[in-house]
């Protein structure tokens, strides 16, 4: 007998497709010209959606599913989510948080590094067989800096952990100061001046929407250096371009973009940027653990228990 009827948007491990499809009526959602189609012929009845954090869900999408009662999301971010719309139409809410803290907060760091040290440079040095004719162009130091990290919930907190190995003194902001050893910043302007890297670690959401505006920048300055493993929408992405382009901030570390999968070209040809694309959870073990997750939310909320990571 086939379980409840799910809606899927995003792709997923084959494990966890198909312990997915072994539990529930899984329906692909189709590529957009067939997209009215389907939902005529099959949204009555969708009691799930599972999404990506990256993709979430629109309103219409929800209005158009009569039945819907869960959207699990596979990843931590819900900000593509209207949480109110979601209440309001008595939808759950779910993600999968602390199961990718580490992998993201190592990511941090592995940018910080490129950055500083100019590794993809260092190894183009190597490949395109330059080292016999000279040294590469000196690099930065990353240890013993003064590290700002905005946003200090589980990411930001793994962050810390990492970086108080390198020697530096740790500060940070958000709306609240915490119980930790490290300089507190109630404004984020003040952090990027008292920091010469900026970790971005806080949550994407209308209040964090270009945080990371243009005198942020200019506080972080000519010999600064902005990591972003958040979301394209907590920094100003032209503003950040541009204080790359002329000079006027020393490098950045991206893993998220305004418009994923699209970059702006003219970070492309930048040596003091390295770019990653939204890979911070992407390690086998870490999509497993996710996958697992949000399977136990789906599982707990079809038998009537206690979702195991709620949102909504």
Request: glycine content about 10%; overall charge negative.
């Amino acid at each position: 007998m086939m379980g409840p009827k799910l809606l899927q948007l995003c792709t997923l491990l084959p494990s966890t497709h198909d312990t997915l499809a072994a539990r529930y009526e899984v329906h692909q959602w189709p590529a957009e010209p067939a997209r009215e189609d389907w939902l005529r012929e099959h949204a009555a009845g969708v009691r799930a959606v599972v999404t990506g954090g990256h993709l979430g869900i629109t309103n219409d999408l929800v209005d158009r599913l009569p039945d819907l009662g869960i959207v699990a999301i596979n990843g931590v971010g819900y900000d593509r989510v209207d949480l109110d719309h979601a209440r309001t139409a008595g939808v759950r809410v779910t993600n999968t948080p602390d199961v990718l803290t580490d992998d993201v907060a190592d990511l941090a760091v592995a940018l910080m590094l490129n950055v500083m040290r100019r590794l993809p440079a260092a190894d183009r040095h190597v490949r395109d067989g330059l080292w016999p004719s000279g040294p590469q162009a000196l690099a930065r130091r990353a240890s013993g800096l003064r590290y700002g990290i905005v946003g200090l919930g589980r990411i930001g907190h793994a962050i810390a952990a990492r970086l108080a190995g390198f020697g530096g003194r740790i500060a940070y902001s958000g709306p609240n100061r915490k119980q930790v050893p490290h300089d507190y910043h109630a404004d984020v302007t003040a952090l990027a001046a008292a920091s010469d890297v900026l970790f971005v670690a806080t949550a994407a959401s209308a209040a964090t929407r270009a945080l990371i505006d243009g005198a942020v920048l200019a506080a972080l300055g000519p010999e600064g250096v902005l990591v972003n493993v958040a979301r394209g929408s907590v920094v100003d992405e032209d503003a950040l371009v541009a204080a790359l382009l002329e000079g006027r901030l020393g490098g950045a570390g991206l893993d998220v973009f305004a418009d994923e999968p699209h970059v702006p070209q003219a970070l492309l040809g930048l040596e003091n940027v390295a770019l990653a694309p939204h890979v911070g959870s992407a390690t086998r073990e870490t999509r497993e653990a996710m996958g697992n997750l949000m399977l136990d939310n789906l599982d707990a909320y079809f038998a009537g228990r206690p979702l195991p990571t709620p949102v909504v």
